[in-house]
């Protein structure tokens, strides 16, 4: 019989598909006590688990590659990490050994008990740890009962086949695209959530917050996953398969109407030029950008090649791979951010600082780099070398005061004379951005403004910041909300700093490639979006319908809103009245 679910949309799209059931927060757990003489079995029962949990990790980074591998890679090292976190296992162990718990019964123990600790916590990043630790304890206990049960592992051989589970690991994501996931369906999570972004970047319909997903739908369900909708039909009827295959032809047509854009100029509807750039670590990105008309590249992330070595890469190893981007644009302009390591993304070289109180606040960033000068002067060297094959900028993250950016000059500096007396061709000049998602780098961006030559605003660590709220927490959905009206005026405020003093200003969160934000951002008067290369066309589109004029008188409205309902509500009234 067909039943409707509701949730909330994560990435677009539509899928038909046999359901696959995951349900990591309903294994059947032996809760009988452990006696004296069977302890160090299950103690050894439990280290095979980890173990193999921990084989599980480094067998998907082997089968991962290219952009997908670089996606994720951050995800595994943080898994691959907890697996070996000492706290963790001490624990484990202490509940078998000491409190007889058997290995199920002491994984679930540990993780509602890690968990409960993450929720009460203020800091946003240390709450969204508690996906990291369900995900992680939930693989070890599959790994505990697959002896069992196969399912896991055929889970990744399927094909054909929409994903529902409570939540999914990015690192797992990316693997089942692989071999022929459609969607997904969670029973929680938020639409900002690391999964949520890596499945908008994939193409891969998700949707989020689906409550009954888990008790209402069965393994081999036929199922309609529409997030435009916001839906998932059960047991679709033929009016309902009529509807998609409608919509299916809608879809391709669209999308071939979309590609004739990808050499047409981004104008807004009364002729106001704009500028799409695009987001990048890999060669893939690169080639999309090209192809889909990019300006330039808004964001070059090079923690990349940190998360994928062992130890740290060579002088070399960085000039190839920043020398083939800025060839690869060919002659159109490159930002590359310096080192952004920290908080959740944890190296593998042992540069990021262990056992920080609260990493989101710590040592992250240009903080980091400026704790190892010998390590930052050495990618600074690298892309002054690369910089003389076209043009590029420097955007250093997580700015707080000047004083950071006038070190980073200083390094500059003197690596641009070591470079010269090696007889190294340099460029002449190479521009300096901050980029601000540290509401005190919003609040005093004018003492910035004095020291950088360009600004790129981060919303994603920017909202967290602001609004104290885990993106990736379903339960702050109300509150992490790009609408906020304090959220807007720092935006506003850093966006009106940068025009004043005659400086660009980008942006480069997830709202610069989401056209459900396109018109807030126009009415706050940025002019230079940076996005994830699949959404440039789309933004370029649904640029050509908006009246520039129109959205930035709207501007002082919005800066009196009280709340993000009145925002939006502003925006639908604008949207009817000025759009195509």
Do not use: W
């Not at 994928?308 to 060919?330: N, T, W």
């Not at 003093?501 to 396109?518: H, M, R, W, Y």
């Amino acid at each position: 019989m067909r039943h409707l679910l509701t949730g909330t949309t994560a990435a677009r799209g539509m899928a038909l598909g046999r359901a696959r059931l995951v349900q990591p927060n309903r294994h059947l757990v032996d809760k009988r006590p452990l006696a004296e003489e069977e302890i160090e079995t299950e103690l050894a029962n439990l280290h095979r688990a980890l173990e193999a949990a921990r084989l599980e990790l480094r067998e998907l980074r082997e089968k991962l590659h290219g952009a997908l591998a670089c996606e994720v890679s951050e995800f595994i090292d943080t898994h691959s990490l907890l697996l070996d976190d000492q706290e963790l296992l001490r624990g484990l162990d202490d509940l078998v050994r000491i409190g007889h718990y058997r290995p199920g019964a002491a994984l679930k123990k540990q993780r509602d008990r890690l968990v409960a600790v993450f929720e009460a916590m203020d800091d946003p990043y240390l709450r969204s740890r508690k996906e990291d630790i369900d995900q992680v304890i939930n693989r070890v206990i599959s790994a505990l009962q697959r002896q069992t049960s196969v399912e896991e592992r055929k889970l990744a051989a399927r094909v054909g086949e929409i994903l529902i589970a409570d939540t999914i690991a990015p690192a797992d994501m990316a693997h089942l695209v692989g071999n022929g996931l459609l969607g997904v369906v969670a029973s929680s999570g938020s639409a900002y959530s690391h999964s949520a972004i890596l499945a908008r970047s994939l193409d891969l319909p998700m949707l989020v917050g689906v409550r009954d997903a888990l008790s209402t739908i069965h393994d081999d369900d036929l199922i309609l996953l529409d997030t435009e909708r916001g839906e998932v039909v059960v047991h679709p009827t033929a009016q309902d398969l009529a509807l998609y295959r409608a919509k299916q032809r809608e879809a391709a047509q669209e999308g071939r109407r979309l590609a004739t854009l990808a050499n047409a100029p981004t104008r807004t509807l009364d002729k106001v030029d704009i500028r799409l750039l695009a987001n990048a670590e890999m060669p893939a990105d690169i080639a999309m950008a090209r192809a889909r008309g990019a300006d330039g590249v808004g964001l070059y992330r090079t923690e990349f090649l940190f998360l994928r070595h062992k130890g740290l890469p060579s002088e070399d190893e960085q000039f190839i791979a920043y020398r083939d981007l800025v060839l690869g644009m060919g002659g159109l302009p490159v930002t590359i951010r310096t080192l952004d390591l920290g908080a959740d993304k944890a190296d593998a070289a042992g540069l990021v600082l262990r056992g920080e109180d609260n990493p989101a606040l710590g040592v992250r960033g240009v903080r980091l780099s400026l704790r190892y000068p010998a390590v930052f002067t050495t990618q600074i060297r690298a892309i002054l070398r690369a910089a003389c094959y076209g043009p590029v900028r420097v955007l250093v993250p997580m700015v707080t005061q000047p004083d950071e950016l006038i070190a980073v000059r200083t390094l500059f500096k003197l690596a641009r004379q070591d470079l010269k007396r090696e007889n190294i061709d340099l460029p002449e000049k190479l521009a300096l951005g901050a980029m601000i998602e540290v509401p005190a780098a919003a609040i005093n961006v004018r003492a910035l403004l004095e020291h950088a030559d360009f600004l790129a605003i981060g919303t994603n660590d920017l909202a967290q910041y602001v609004l104290a709220a885990d993106r990736g927490n379903d339960g702050l959905e109300n509150i992490y909300n790009p609408l906020q009206p304090a959220l807007l005026r720092l935006i506003s405020h850093v966006i009106g700093a940068g025009r004043r003093a005659k400086k660009p200003v980008s942006l480069c969160g997830e709202i610069g490639g989401d056209v459900n934000f396109t018109a807030l951002l126009l009415a706050l008067g940025l002019h230079e979006f940076s996005m994830h290369p699949s959404q440039l066309l789309h933004v370029r589109d649904r640029l050509a319908t908006l009246d520039h004029g129109a959205l930035r008188r709207l501007a002082p409205h919005l800066m009196r809103a009280h709340t993000h309902e009145q925002v939006e509500a502003l925006l639908t009234q604008l949207a009817g009245e000025t759009t195509t």
